[in-house]
């Protein structure tokens, strides 16, 4: 949910990292059990079981890929005709192991550090602040990996390089509304928040309605968007000039994804026809029944692409 801006160029070696990287900010997965009573899925027990396990293997696989460059965990987690949304990376999980050995090589320091986590079906949402360098800013990413059979399936990602400054005072990546945690609330709120969000987004975005902002945001309204001012006042003086800007703006949901009361929206931008437009991933927070706090990712789409998948 963001006006236009320029083309934040990303390093070559950290779009396509972004494939399979990450610090871990959940247990790791556990070993699979056979211990009567215990659930398939990596030894969880639960209502839960599969999402908690969908969500460990993800953090095991990017700490492994990323951080040691470990190409067995690749083996073990993913399957091998994976599939590829990264313009930069090919499909297969092959290149994933050369990934591997190579951005380790080259980025023995980097590191990939986990915001929040969300699992809803069979998909999983990672945002993360990407620091290749130590002491730099890095890249904000948000990834969605699909699993099918207890194995990572494919893979979409988003990610734009974090500035210098924001005009609202907040990073990219901090929680700021009560409770300040990057966990996702209670799984029995998913349903109800994953329907709120999603006709708030289409009245707000995809028919550009900003009436929208008077019934389904709060008054405490937190943004990280680092071009967009804080408060509901913000996003509707921002959104109000980008719409104006771009009248024929067309906005295309994806896939959402929800766990509790995160809920992210991937869609795809195009502010003018014939233009090949911008992956984007929103980030919204609900509390309360009101959306309360939001983080971005934009990426232009380029011209050229690895793989024949594009990037939806």
Known sequence: MS??????????????????????????????SSASGRHAFGGYVGDGARLDYQKDVVVR??????????????????????IQHNPLAADGSGPLKNLATGVHQQFPDAR??????ISEGDLVLVHSNVVLTPGSRGSAVFDIFRFRGGKIAEHWDTGQNVPDSSVNGNDMFSTVSWPRSGQPGPRWLTDHNKRLVTRAFDRLIVDKDLSALDVYWGSEYHQHNPGIADGVAGVREGLGAYFRAFPELAVSRKRV?????????????VSAPGERGQAVVDLFRVRGG?????????????ATSANDNTMF
């Open 112 to 117: 990939y550090d986990i915001k929040r986590v």
């Open 290 to 302: 009101k959306i309360v706090e939001h983080w971005d990712v934009l990426q232009d789409v380029p």
């Open 3 to 32: 006006p236009h801006m320029p083309a934040r160029r990303i390093l070559v070696a950290a779009l396509a990292a972004s494939a399979l990287l990450g610090a871990a900010t959940v247990p790791a997965v556990a070993s699979p």
């Open 61 to 82: 696989v990017l700490k492994g890929v990323f951080e040691r460059g470990d190409t067995a965990v690749v083996d073990r987690f993913v399957r091998a005709d994976y």
């Open 257 to 269: 994804v929800a766990e509790g009361d995160l809920v992210a929206v991937h869609s795809h931008y």
